[in-house]
């Protein structure tokens, strides 16, 4: 599992309510990822790191926010959560020089919100 | 808009059979193309990476293609076992930094 956890596993929330997901690798490596996975749409990109306090951002990144204080942990914000921020998310971390190398996903966390 | 189509959305198939599952993309300037497993309630695991240069790849009774030119790429899995259900996902790298997924095919292989 290439040493990836997430935490919480699942939460539920309120709409307007900031939410923290973690993601924690044991590996040491340089590139982390944020994704989403909603039925009909695969995964989507939120936000990805290559390097502490280096981020940028993906495909659906409104309304995310990303740091990365540590090489190992890699945090999502949902800084108001909204119904439409309802999904599963994904952390991921790839060995070598990022996108062009095969990545490994974390077990995700389910987020609902109310 | 790059997009990654992935059909049929579902499959149901014997126990032995060999089968295929589709991946098709927009754009033919792809950097590489991986094919990932899916079970119920997990996360991903990556099965083949394809990079552009290359036309197929193959692990144990996996063997994946890739047809730059036709925008589509193959996932043949040999022998099918009840084990293999799951669901399939390609990803597409269009850029350093642009990977889109298909939704993916969830494959049952009935014993």
């Known amino acids: 599992d290439a040493g990836i956890t997430q935490s919480p596993r699942h939460k539920v929330t309120e709409t307007g309510t900031p939410v923290t997901l973690r993601c924690h690798q044991t590996e040491n490596h340089r590139y982390m990822y944020w994704y989403r996975q909603d039925p009909g749409h695969g995964l989507r990109l939120i936000h990805y790191s290559y390097g502490v306090k280096d981020t940028d951002k993906g495909e659906v990144s409104d309304g995310y926010s990303v740091s990365r204080s540590k090489t190992e942990d890699f945090l999502l914000t949902l800084e108001s959560a909204t119904s439409s921020q309802t999904s599963v998310y994904f952390c991921?971390?790839?060995f070598g020089t990022g996108f062009t190398d095969t990545q490994y996903f974390g077990p995700g966390t389910r987020l609902t919100v109310l | 808009k790059q997009e990654v189509t992935q059909i049929p959305a579902a499959l149901s198939v014997p126990e032995g059979e060999n089968l295929v599952l589709n991946c098709s993309f927009t754009?033919?300037?792809?950097?590489?193309l991986q094919w990932f497993r899916q079970d119920p309630g997990k996360g991903l695991t990556s099965l083949l990476l394809?990079?552009?240069?290359?036309r197929e790849q193959t692990s144990g009774r996996l063997n994946a293609s890739l047809d730059k030119s036709s925008g589509r790429s193959t996932l043949y899995i040999a022998a099918s076992q009840p084990g293999d259900s799951a669901t399939y996902l390609c990803?597409?790298?269009?850029?350093?930094?642009?990977?889109?997924f298909g939704a993916g095919t969830r494959l049952t292989v009935k014993p």
């Open positions: 754009d033919s300037a792809i950097y590489n």
């Open positions: 990803a597409v790298l269009y850029n350093n930094n642009d990977m889109r």
């Open positions: 394809i990079q552009s240069s290359q």
């Open positions: 991921a971390i790839s």
